[in-house]
């Protein structure tokens, strides 16, 4: 992984800034910031650039590692982006073994085995929030699992106050494998980065 780190912050420290994650051991820590290397600060949040789908699944299981129960992730991006990439990651990182699909036809794959429950939603072909409600989705976005909701922005009005955005982004000039990875905190309190769920998209 590429090495350009211009914030004075260690990484494991700013994951857990730009999530809202508070405790964090400090094995996982020297291991994730072992990890991730390429990161800088945006404000209140933190934007990461990778260059392989390895470095999106290591920025992924980073922040499983550092996930604490009852945080809502949304991933936004467009198709092919990555956002399974991260979520693979991720539910490795919470120390689930298994395989780690899209669950495109099913709206959402709960995986119990790793340190929290995950709930891994992908809402891109839902017709309706409805179908969210048919699901009882408030169970999983208020519950004491971790939920991971692919494509969050068609459900924007039902998604919870507090929750930890994640977007994907190319960028055709740096290459076809470069993503560019903002993490960004929106709590009742203030939304990070100065940016709205709408430009977040
Ligand atoms: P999405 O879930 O956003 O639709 P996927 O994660 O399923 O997208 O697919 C992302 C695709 O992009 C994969 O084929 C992956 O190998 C490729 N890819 C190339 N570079 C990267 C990168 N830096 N990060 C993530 N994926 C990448
Ligand atoms: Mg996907």
């Not at 004075?8 to 820590?29: C, L, N, S, V």
């Not at 794959?109 to 939603?121: A, K, S």
């Not at 929030?129 to 459900?155: K, N, P, R, S």
């Not at 940016?195 to 998209?201: F, G, H």
């Amino acid at each position: 992984m590429e090495i350009s780190q211009t914030g004075a912050k260690d990484m494991p420290a700013a994951i857990r800034e730009a999530t809202g994650t508070t405790e964090m051991k400090q094995e996982e820590e020297k291991r994730s910031g072992e990890r991730i290397l390429a990161g800088f600060d945006t404000e209140g949040g933190l934007l990461i650039e990778t260059h392989s789908p390895e470095e999106t699944y290591a920025l992924g299981e980073a922040l499983g590692e550092a996930a604490a129960p009852g945080q809502v992730y949304t991933l936004t991006g467009d198709l092919g982006v990555g956002k399974t990439v991260f979520a693979q990651g991720f539910a490795r990182g919470l120390g689930i073994t298994g395989t780690v699909n899209s669950p495109t036809f099913t709206i959402l794959q709960i995986y119990e085995e790793g340190r929290l429950p995950l709930f891994h939603f992908d809402v891109y072909r839902i017709g309706d929030v409805e179908e969210m409600e048919e699901i009882g989705y408030e169970d999983y976005f208020y519950g004491e699992g971790v939920c991971l909701i692919e494509w969050a922005e068609l459900v924007e009005e039902i998604l919870p106050e507090n929750r930890v955005g994640v977007s994907v982004a190319k960028n055709p000039e740096k290459g076809f494998d470069y993503r560019q990875i903002e993490i960004c905190r929106r709590s009742e309190r203030a939304s990070n980065c100065g940016r709205t769920a709408e430009n977040l998209r």
